[in-house]
């Protein structure tokens, strides 16, 4: 079974100012790891992924994210936040390509990031 | 091209009746996975169908049920509703189950049960 805790179900900011939203997840098997984003009355759109290599993973739109296995941790950061980033943020695992949990998603119960002026 | 496509938008029953959900996927996606997301919750995985076959079930109640057909096109259904099944109903489609990670969500349908 795998499960994911997302560590803060809200985050206000400033603009300009640094974030990180935290996840850390729990599973027996290999996994592939995910952020999305949620906009107001909107799906889900996947922001980035790891799946395997370098545990740095990147966004076009300035958001990284780290994979430490020993910490069983998948943090989401960015350095410098805009307005437009104001939205839900879900932390996702599913099992790697070969198992049974594979392609079958695991959220976190989601961090809302409050970007104010 | 266009995305994952789900009617109706917004849906409001009465407790006990039945609803059934709808779910286009990306041309040339054979794979498609429905998720509840109950309000202030994270998603949770009800189903995937791949090639019109279910290759996967979350823990939901045997009221839940689904189908892919040809088309690769899904149906939700749920029976006797509970005020608790009022949530957001989303779909997920990837092209390919096994080899294929990414799933592209759907904008959902949210059922209001009253």
């Known amino acids: 079974a795998q499960s994911v805790t997302q560590l803060d179900s809200q985050v206000p900011v400033f603009e300009e100012a640094p974030v990180e939203l935290r996840c850390n997840y729990s599973?027996?098997?290999?996994?592939?790891l995910f952020w999305y984003v949620q906009y107001p009355n909107q799906g889900l759109q996947l922001l980035l992924k790891?799946?395997?290599?370098?545990?740095l993973v990147e966004s076009i739109n300035g958001f990284e994210a780290e994979f430490n296995k020993s910490q069983t941790s998948f943090h989401l950061r960015k350095p410098s936040v805009h307005i437009s980033d104001t939205a839900e943020y879900f932390c996702a695992v599913s099992g790697a390509a070969g198992g049974t949990s594979y392609g079958k998603l695991t959220f976190g119960q989601g961090t809302i990031l409050t970007v104010h002026p | 091209d266009a995305g994952v496509t789900q009617s109706p938008t917004h849906l409001i029953k009465t407790r006990g009746q039945h609803v059934t959900l709808r779910c286009s996927p990306i041309?040339?996606?054979?794979?498609v996975s429905w998720y509840q997301q109950v309000l202030g919750q994270g998603p949770q995985f009800i189903f995937q169908y791949y090639e019109k076959e279910e290759r996967g079930r979350g823990n939901f109640p045997d009221r839940f049920s689904a189908r892919q057909f040809p088309n690769y096109s899904s149906e939700l259904n749920v029976n006797a509703l509970l005020l608790g099944d009022s949530a957001l109903y989303l779909c997920?489609?990837?092209?390919?189950?096994?080899?294929?990670?990414?799933?592209?969500f759907g904008p959902g349908t949210r059922l209001t049960v009253t």
């Open positions: 997920a489609s990837r092209r390919d189950r096994d080899r294929d990670y990414e799933q592209y």
């Open positions: 790891y799946l395997s290599g370098s545990t």
């Open positions: 599973s027996s098997v290999s996994v592939y």
């Open positions: 041309s040339g996606h054979k794979s």
